[in-house]
């Protein structure tokens, strides 16, 4: 029995994405740039996946620009408004993904910017207070997620943007693990700049979006020839753009599901819970439905991790970009979570595909793993 | 009858990358970063790719840095050097494709890089006079394509590369429209870096590469996870970097097929440069096997394009990445042609599913618009 509980790592394809993208891959030679039939066909898929991009968050289509994923979008973020202000300061949230913190990072080592790290509360939620402590009279961007990819914990996006607009600064927020989950309306978040992926939507790797404000002027990041109206250059990956659409017509129309998701988790949770070494993260903070992490007082995440994926299930530590480190999560230590119990942290992310069997099995083999625990302490004293 | 003579634009998939590609889009949900068996198994399909694209330019696997195509590779370049080195001097061909040429500005632009471009002769090539011309001693980087996408003209890389070395500068070569149509050796040329595209060689759009010297220190452009150690964050586009792994395969063994490409293209050439009004760019240099570029004196290129358009034929008037744009082509403004000679620039490409009765049909309808153009002048006393 194979069990797939990473799904914030990753999606598996839906059929009908699938569907698109093979029609596209076999029947779609030409370049979206070039001007004869081949190329027109080509482009006509394109503009129609990005109207399907766009409804997902409720903006108009040419506020779409396509990347080659989530990570170049937020790559794309940070450049698109540091390229075009003087120098000055970056605040990002300390529980950004590694694709949001880097980038600042590099902005500040090489480029001259200086990065303030936006804390995060025991619940990991980034406050307006905390914002505000962070916010200095040459920050140019703020960048705050609108749900964590390690707790699920959602933040107050809304109203950070407007203290970020009544500062004057531009706001950045990455809806990558959000799309899908929850409806996301760009709008309403108040936000200049929202970041996307299609793989965490049943849709395919290697396709991702920046949202954008018209009224902000952005810079490209990648140079070359004129695609997407100059702002980001390189022959459009049209097979998984199709993909992409297709996936976002489709979470837009799902976004129900996710009650029974939520019933799984909570059900997962309260199970869990009933062992007194287990810890919950972020439990009494909202959270996305699917996302659950915990810790179990002596128990080593990674080697758990293992254990599980021996008996076919498959979990993550925390963020899949930076598994294998033995490094416990930036997340949970930004929370102020020991770093012993930290480095015990593992994700169960939920999809469509879970099923109440998937639960029972999880919840049978880590009450194996707790029980081993417990007599090892009786034997041992403790 | 459709007739699709743009491959130096974007090549059909071929059947069997198709089909390694939906495998692979069906069956692997698992982010190649997880250390779970769903992990595991999308990174063994990611390493074999790897391999193969190394094989195809004589490469260790580990000197191969998965990008979403050749114009992030092209980018990934000057950043890789640039961000390593003290302020400096560019020197780039005026030939070379937008995406060196544009990001090459923007860091002369923005980041107080300066740049020199590396002129060309009457035949399309970048000697080694001229670019030992170009060198200062502040310079850091030289970017010369191998074979140029318009002309077809190969450059004597191996030969700049030699100059390079002696004067210390780091060297890059874009291979795209190289790769697949003449044998490339990545030792042999001499160079630090190498950029390699899927969707030129009949593999996908949204793979390229850029392949490097171990003993040159790059920095990454896109910050974040730890993929492609270090060097290139995201998730890997698994399936595309699958569909590149088979293409290249295949490309290497196919290059003996170039031979028939060349008769039918030197076919085409003869007879277009029995009308007087043809002139044939560059028909004296060493160029790739399936390309020609002409003008007819007389007629616009963009107009031409469009009706040969509506005859079935898709050619182009020049790099795709340009198309729509009035401007004459600044590979033939950079080898002396005249502006308006230029702007009736055509190129044909012919890829590996072009026959003779392609070459016969595109012919027929040219021969009749020159025709036209005939009677038009005798009509016009002309």
Chains 1, 2 share one sequence.
Not at 211 to 222: R, Y
Request: overall charge negative; hydrophobic content about 45%; some cysteine.
């Amino acid at each position: 029995m194979r069990v797939y509980l990473d799904h914030n790592a990753g999606t598996p394809l839906d059929p009908k994405v699938l569907a698109a993208m093979s029609e596209t891959l076999a029947d779609m030679p030409g370049n979206p740039s070039s001007s004869h039939q081949f190329g027109r066909a080509a482009r006509a898929r394109l503009e129609q996946a990005r109207a399907q991009v766009a409804a997902l968050v409720k903006v108009q289509p040419r506020q779409v620009v396509f990347t080659s994923g989530g990570t170049e979008a937020n790559n794309f973020a940070l450049h698109a408004v540091s390229a075009q202000r003087p120098l000055g300061r970056l605040a990002v949230s300390a529980i950004e993904h590694p694709s949001v913190l880097e980038p600042a990072r590099a902005l500040a080592q090489a480029a001259g910017w200086s990065l303030d790290l936006i804390a995060a509360d025991g619940e990991g939620r980034v406050s307006a207070q905390a914002l505000q402590a962070a916010l200095r009279p040459e920050t140019r961007l703020v960048s705050v997620m609108l749900a964590n990819n390690e707790t699920g914990v959602l933040q107050p996006v809304a109203e950070l943007a407007e203290r970020a607009r009544a500062a004057g600064v531009a706001m950045h927020t990455d809806a990558v693990q959000a799309a899908g989950k929850l409806e996301v309306d760009f709008e309403a978040c108040g936000v200049q700049l929202m970041t996307l992926s299609a793989h965490k939507i049943y849709g395919p790797k290697g396709a991702g979006a920046l949202i954008f404000d018209k009224s902000l002027e952005i810079a490209p990041l990648l140079h070359g020839g004129g695609q997407e109206h100059g702002l980001r250059a390189g022959t459009e990956n049209i097979a998984a753009i199709v993909g992409f659409g297709v996936a976002a017509e489709l979470a837009a129309e799902r976004l129900g599901e996710q009650a029974r998701l939520q019933r799984l988790r909570d059900q997962l949770q309260a199970q869990l819970q009933r062992h007194r070494q287990v810890t919950v993260f972020a439990a009494n903070a909202p959270r996305l439905p699917n996302t659950l992490q915990f810790a179990v007082a002596g128990l080593d995440g990674e080697t758990l991790l293992m254990q599980l994926d021996k008996a076919g299930i498959a979990v993550s530590s925390g963020s899949a970009c930076a598994s294998g480190s033995s490094e416990p999560s930036h997340v949970l230590l930004a929370m102020g979570v020991d770093a012993e119990l930290a480095r015990g942290a593992v994700r169960v992310s939920l999809g469509r595909d879970s099923t109440q069997a998937d639960i029972d099995r999880l919840l049978a083999v880590l009450a194996e793993k707790i029980e081993w625990l417990n007599q090892a302490a009786q034997v041992a004293g403790w």
